[in-house]
């Protein structure tokens, strides 16, 4: 008697998910895009609130971070009308049912992501209109958004998980590629988010340390648990630091002049953020130490020993680079130093640097850094385990 190879129960599973993987790789692909338009967007719209003002709801960043929300959102709609209505048995079997509907895990994420981003431009708009210009990214209607993105981008990183854990191959490979450009996004998020405890002038601070160790280790190492590829926080970390950067510096060849007052510094072009964190370095003592020590110890036991490689490898990158980031070297366009925002004061500016070289920011440091590591620790415990979970997601 001849058997079919694909008639074994087991064979039939692998040959679902294939089936299931190939049908739903354009809509990872859709929404790691969206999530890259808004990212972009997202570093747009600050440079513009820097440069310009907030002039328009109705601006260009604006457009292209709503863009990305809707591509994501009506993707993932898309694909849940089609897999409920019409989904072939693999596709049904790849997905997950929410109130009678069936999508993968990642459209679900995506279209609550669509809706908190749609939800906040409204109320983004009154709160301007309410309480005018605002000088801080972090507020209501801002988080509310930051919230949104971060659904995007774990949207896009629960699919693209989904096609690499179903796929062998070049195939897998490519869906892990995908992976890295999700993460380096969310990395990018949060970066943007922390931006206002990480301003140059406080980067020996213990108070800079303290945040940075608070989110940073949890996303390198869901990213490097989870992710096939070899090197994966420090490939994120790498794709993460070449988009900010070439940001940063293409951004700046446009002109650009404020158009709401009052205006303190002269601008003739677009001002972008400071220098990014250079994430990269703990990235790769983190790929280095867990390749040799994970499944050799217990999360718990690794956990300690990575929160150490994080801080350290932070600080060891970080501290010194400050100095060249507040000193008259860097005022040019490839280090960004003369980033000022057109509402500083010049008498602002000055303080600014007189308190970054006074050390008062930074007194006292030790006990600092012991939180710091506390809570580093904590972070990569949460990173690991998270990143166990995100290897058997499978739709």
């Not at 929160?307 to 040019?332: C, T």
């Not at 303080?351 to 939180?371: D, N, V, Y």
């Amino acid at each position: 008697m001849t058997i079919a190879i694909d008639s074994l129960p087991g064979d039939r599973a692998r040959v679902a998910e294939r089936a299931a993987s190939i049908a739903g790789a354009w809509h990872a692909r859709a929404v790691v895009f969206a999530a890259a338009c808004v990212m972009v967007g997202v570093y747009w719209d600050i440079s513009w609130h820097m440069t310009i003002g907030r002039d328009s709801f109705w601006t260009p960043a604006h457009l292209l971070i709503q863009a990305g929300g809707l591509i994501a959102g009506a993707s993932s709609g898309y694909v849940a009308l089609k897999t409920t209505l019409a989904g072939t048995p693999a596709e049904r079997a790849g997905s997950v049912n929410f109130w009678g509907f069936r999508a993968p895990l990642g459209a679900w994420v995506s279209i609550w992501g669509c809706a908190a981003m749609l939800s906040s431009a409204p109320f983004d708009n009154w709160w301007h209109d309410a309480y005018g210009l605002d000088v801080q990214i972090i507020s209501p209607p801002h988080m509310i958004l930051a919230l949104g993105i971060v659904a995007i981008t774990l949207g896009a990183l629960l699919l693209t998980l989904a096609r690499q854990n179903q796929t062998a191959g070049r195939d897998q490979e490519h869906f892990a590629w995908l992976f890295t450009m999700a993460a380096a996004f969310w990395i990018m998020n949060v970066w943007v988010m922390l931006s206002e405890y990480s301003y140059k002038e406080f980067m020996h601070s213990g108070l800079y340390y303290r945040v940075s160790a608070t989110y940073y280790p949890l996303v390198l190492l869901t990213t490097a648990r989870a992710n096939k590829l070899r090197w994966p926080a420090t490939k994120a970390a790498a794709t993460y630091l070449a988009l900010t950067l070439g940001l940063m510096w293409f951004l700046q060849i446009f002109p650009a002049e404020p158009k709401l007052g009052p205006i303190y510094q002269r601008i003739t072009h677009m001002v972008t953020m400071d220098f990014p964190a250079l994430l990269i370095v703990p990235a790769m003592g983190l790929d280095f130490v867990r390749r040799r020590l994970d499944g050799r110890l217990r999360d718990l036991a690794l956990a300690p020993i990575l929160g150490v490689v994080f801080v350290a490898g932070f600080m060891a990158a970080e501290w010194p680079f400050a100095d060249l980031l507040i000193s008259p070297h860097s005022r040019n366009w490839f280090f960004n130093g003369n980033n000022y925002v057109y509402f500083m004061t010049n008498q602002f500016v000055q303080r600014t640097h007189e308190f970054a070289h006074s050390g008062i920011w930074a007194a006292p440091l030790p006990p600092q850094l012991g939180i710091a590591l506390g809570l580093a620790t904590v972070s990569a415990y949460l990173g690991l385990k998270w990143g166990t979970w995100m290897t058997r997601v499978r739709r």
